[in-house]
């Protein structure tokens, strides 16, 4: 992997994004005051990424890109991909190498700054970023390239970044409706059912979230002495159709009619063709095999629970900076 690549050029659009500015701002910089940019034919302005950093570091500007270096312009141009065209393979292809070099940090860091960008969608970083790079790294486990210490590293370095990504619930369920969100009995990957107690709490939604291996019998629990409205169980390969099986079957004999809820399952563990049993008591039961598909459901069924989500909340780290660039 080639560390820098100094011939990167960027737009004072870009620029600005990177120093969290107005363009107006960078352009008044180019044309006095140091950071030094080319013109086109056409009269635009091309900054060096080089250039741009090390401008940054005499003015004391940071940036995302500083805890990168020296992969600086590979770190800009996979999260360019990811935002501008919902690429996401630079992005994994970045995570794995930092994983097989023992940077677990980098990888945190990385998926922390995806998931904080305005322009991106969360859902999109779970199910292109997240959940596929975990499947690559599955896969390079499987093929004898990686260790199995390792492969918890990825684990750990993503849920480290969806813990910070996570805005927490409110003080009080109070006018919020409330879900239940973890990983089903046997199944000790939590990275999908995080991703979906993060979006329940950007969407207004106060979440209790046991985590992995999840007792059907906890859901349930949990469900009625929190009042839940929604219960959202992961389900991932190889222990999928029983866990499954077992989780409707307990969740179905400790159903309270006077107490509705909708039940939803998702993970590679529903993509087996399993479908939901129409004699089933739940107020609805859904599979969703991907976390947008999921997310799309909840936002055009909110007025359905009782609670009522409150607003969405904002990501940690994103909004309007001083100069109405990104924070």
């Known amino acids: 992997m080639q560390a820098y690549n100094s011939e990167l050029f960027l737009t004072t659009s870009d620029v600005a994004d990177l120093f969290q500015v107005h363009p107006s701002t960078v352009k008044r910089w180019c044309d006095g005051e140091g950071l030094v940019a080319r013109k086109t034919e056409g009269g635009h302005r091309r900054i060096y990424l080089r250039n741009a950093l090390e401008f940054a570091g005499e003015r004391g500007i940071e940036t995302f890109l500083d805890p990168f270096a020296p992969f600086e312009s ?3 141009l996979a999260v360019r991909s990811a935002v501008d ?43 292109l970023g997240v959940q596929r790079f975990m499947a690559d790294v599955g896969e390079a486990w499987a093929q004898g390239r990686l260790r199995i210490g390792e492969e918890h590293m990825a684990s750990q370095a993503v849920m480290e970044a969806l813990v910070h990504l996570s805005p927490g619930d409110p003080m009080t369920s109070e006018a ?15 990275v999908g ?12 939604w106060m979440v209790f979230y046991p985590g992995s291996d999840t007792p059907a019998e906890d859901f349930a629990a949990l469900q009625r002495e929190r009042g839940a409205e929604l219960v ?3 389900v991932s390969s190889p222990a999928s ?6 989780a409707v079957r307990v969740l179905g004999e400790f ?17 087996g063709g399993w479908t939901p049993d129409e004699d089933l008591p739940f107020r609805e039961t859904q599979t969703f095999p991907s976390v947008s598909e999921f997310i799309r459901w909840v936002r055009e069924n909110r007025n359905r629970w009782q609670g009522r989500p409150a607003p969405a909340r904002t990501l940690v780290g994103s909004g309007a900076s001083r100069e109405g660039g990104r924070t």
């Not at 919020?176 to 939590?190: D, F, L, P, S, T």
């Not at 159709?241 to 077992?246: C, D, E, S, V, Y």
């Open 74 to 76: 590979h770190v800009w």
């Open 85 to 127: 065209a919902h690429d996401f393979g630079k992005v994994r292809s970045l995570a794995m190498g930092w994983l097989l070099r023992g940077y677990p940090g980098r990888i945190t860091s990385l998926f922390r700054e995806m998931g904080s960008h305005p322009d991106l969608p969360f859902e999109l970083l779970c199910d």
């Open 176 to 190: 919020h409706a409330v879900a239940i969100a973890g990983a089903a009995e046997g199944n000790r990957h939590q």
């Open 193 to 204: 059912s995080m991703c979906v107690r993060v979006l329940l709490e950007l969407e207004g």
């Open 232 to 234: 959202c169980v992961s």
């Open 241 to 246: 159709a029983a866990h499954l099986h077992r």
């Open 255 to 271: 159903y309270d009619a006077e107490h509705p809820y909708d039940l939803a399952f998702g993970g590679e563990g529903v993509d």
